[in-house]
């Protein structure tokens, strides 16, 4: 048996195509690594979001342990108040409404309403829907200043023979 020169480069063009394709086909467990890396990178992640969680949650009870404490709200509410807000409507001109409204805004307290200041002041006008200067008006100030102090009895002589003025 004789092989022409045709059929010898042909016979070794197939050797190398079943060599290349043996090569390829086999990786040499070059994708069994690529998995396992890739399982051990994710677990390693994990582990670290876990560790970031844990982390966050532990800052998070260290900072509720180290916060301040809402004052007491038989410190400035009626007396055997279970609340943590004042009453808003003894202020007079302050209706129901306005109270959810200042709760809702953040105002809680009579002490901060004594501290509103003028752009606040304008910024509550606004959004409760009062006329400019009604709060100075109504001494919504000095009425909440005279109930955070409990002084209950000045506050009704300066305040509840007046009337309403919206």
Known sequence: MTFTPNEIALLVIAL???LLLGLI?????KYKRYWRDEQLAHAHAVKDRDARLADARERIAELERHS????PAAMHGPAGSTHERDDFSRIRGITPQDEIALNQAGYHRYDQITAIGAEQE????TQLGLRRGVISREEWREQARLLDARQDQEHARLYEHRTTQA
């Open 68 to 71: 301040v404490p809402p004052r």
């Open 25 to 29: 086909l086999s990786g040499r467990g």
């Open 122 to 125: 304008a910024a509550l006008e």
């Open 16 to 18: 190398l195509i079943g």
